[in-house]
């Protein structure tokens, strides 16, 4: 299947993209291991970690068809290119730049790119993005995105990111939010394996109060 084919696939098996910040090539496999049994299927290792790219090989390689692995805080269509040749197949990015997301979409990889305004959503979706990030919810509410839901496109996923626990998710995914993007929540650097699985297991949990 492509790229997005599994992307829809794993989202709808289970709509939370793991993202682990500082995770380094030695305890990747063993961490997305943790992932998975708990549940989680989408995994992210941002570039501004420890030698990501080997990571993401690592993670690619292990979890194979399992789960889609790609990479975080891309900022540059160069970048892209990286990822996509240590085996990643999702790029989420901070931004909505254009060329960031032209270039995912060319590689026949998953643009996620992160947004906040409505300007900046439609922005994205006409350089080819995929799925939504908005980005940091801190700064927002389900209230927004039940208004953005108004003007958006139904079929776009939109992934809210930043502060979410096992206990908050409920108003989101009733405003209209599709998913979640979980970052010190689910996984800081050093964490324990058996740590991470548990806190998966919790988010998967929470999805289903």
Same mark, same amino acid.
């Given at each position: 299947m492509?790229?997005?084919?599994?992307f829809n696939h794993?989202?709808?098996e289970?709509?939370?993209?793991?993202?682990? &910040?500082?995770?380094? $090539?030695?305890e990747?496999e063993?961490?997305?291991d943790? #992932?998975?049994k708990?549940g989680?299927r989408?995994?992210?290792?941002p570039?501004n970690?420890?030698?990501? #790219?080997a990571?993401?090989?690592?993670?690619?390689?292990?979890?194979?068809?399992?789960a #889609?692995?790609?990479?975080?805080?891309?900022?540059?269509?160069?970048?892209?290119? *990286?990822?996509?040749e240590?085996?990643?197949?999702?790029?989420v990015? !901070?931004?909505?730049? $254009?060329d960031v997301i032209? =270039?995912?979409a =060319?590689?026949?990889?998953?643009?996620? $790119?992160?947004y906040?305004?409505p300007?900046?959503?439609?922005?994205?979706?006409?350089?080819?993005?995929?799925?939504?990030k908005l980005f !940091?919810a801190?700064?927002?509410? !389900? *209230?927004?995105?039940? =208004? *953005?839901?108004?003007?958006l496109p139904k079929?776009v996923?939109?992934?809210?990111?930043?502060?979410?626990?096992?206990? +908050?998710m409920?108003p989101?995914?009733d405003?209209?939010a +599709?998913?979640?993007g979980?970052g010190?929540? #689910?996984y800081k650097p050093? *964490?324990? !394996?058996?740590e991470?699985g548990? &806190?998966? &297991?919790?988010?998967?949990?929470?999805?289903?109060?």
């Open positions: 492509s790229a997005l084919e599994d794993y989202f709808a289970c709509p939370l993209v793991a993202i682990i &910040r500082g995770v380094t $090539p030695g990747a063993a961490i997305g943790a #992932l998975y708990g989680i989408i995994i992210e290792v570039l970690s420890p030698d990501p #790219l990571s993401i090989g690592k993670l690619a390689a292990r979890l194979g068809d399992r #889609l692995i790609g990479a975080g805080t891309v900022l540059e269509p160069d970048q892209v290119r *990286q990822v996509h240590a085996g990643g197949r999702l790029i990015s !901070p931004s909505t730049y $254009p032209a =270039a995912t =060319a590689a026949g990889m998953v643009s996620s $790119p992160g906040f305004t300007s900046e959503a439609f922005d994205a979706l006409r350089a080819g993005a995929h799925a939504l !940091p801190e700064g927002a509410s !389900p *209230q927004v995105v039940k =208004a *953005q839901r108004a003007v079929d996923p939109l992934i809210v990111v930043g502060g979410i626990s096992p206990t +908050n409920r989101w995914l405003a209209g +599709n998913g979640f979980l010190s929540g #689910l050093d *964490q324990s !394996p058996e991470t548990e &806190r998966a &297991r919790a988010y998967v949990e929470g999805l289903k109060a």
